[in-house]
């Protein structure tokens, strides 16, 4: 699957969309409209596609030329200007709405996630920050949806009104950005092997105390942030070796304290 991604779904930038029915490549800088899209770069990473070969970093790069703006990533640029019969519902929305160029806030954690894949722990919370909606108070007005709820959409930056937020609690922006964070910034997940702790904090964050439950057991766990990777762990005072702590005994309480460096 790596093979034929990196072979067939590479454009020199950033991964393709997809191929139409006619075999034409969906997302390639050789058209007009919608070169990039954001699924592709987010999965392709996210999934560890590129990693060895710089197409992940290229990849996210352009993104971050392409798709960011000030209210978020859009789902593609440029937007479609008229309708194409052969892709179909997007092309018919206006440009910077919907899928036409809208922010769909559920795929911005794609990319974050992605970041942190790369160690681009300042970018990825930056991402974060554009969408949560208690980062937004001071644009209310112009978001107009609830203070407290993710939306579907947000205006894209091509649209009439660019940061007008729409579709509110219709999304699963809220479970996939919980992911984001937990698992890939605060960087504490589940593992077969046991509960892996593997934290991309952004710089400015000097520390962080988190508690989990996992299976049975309750960790308190500190975060000393002083780089973008693991340095040590510690678990009741002793060194542990790499990210996955052992497996725990149900009902006990283990104090861990992770420096990054």
Known sequence: ??????????????????????????????SQEA????EPQGFCVMAGIGLKNNMAGKAL?????????????????????KYHIEIGEITSYPEGYKEN?????????????????LNNNDRAF????????????????????????????????????PGEAKNSWLTGTAAWTYHAITNHILGIEADYKGLKINPRLPSHINQV????KFR???YHITIINRGKTVGSIQLNNETIEGCILPPPESGKTYNVEVITQ
């Open 1 to 30: 699957m790596v093979t034929a991604v990196e072979k067939h779904g590479w454009d020199g930038d950033w991964f393709l969309r997809a191929y139409d029915a006619k075999g034409e490549p969906i997302g390639t800088s050789a």
């Open 35 to 38: 070169k990039i899209f954001i």
């Open 61 to 81: 790069d352009s993104v971050k030329s392409h798709l960011d703006g000030d209210y978020g990533l859009s789902l593609l640029y440029p937007a479609y200007s």
């Open 101 to 117: 160029g809208g922010i769909f806030c559920h795929n911005n954690p794609w990319v974050i996630i992605a970041e942190t894949k």
């Open 126 to 161: 930056e991402y974060y920050q554009k969408i949560t909606p208690s980062y937004l108070q001071d644009i209310s007005e112009l978001h107009k949806t609830e203070p407290y709820v993710y939306s579907q959409m947000i205006a894209g930056k091509e649209a009439a009104k």
């Open 209 to 212: 105390t988190v508690n989990r």
């Open 216 to 218: 049975g057991a309750v």
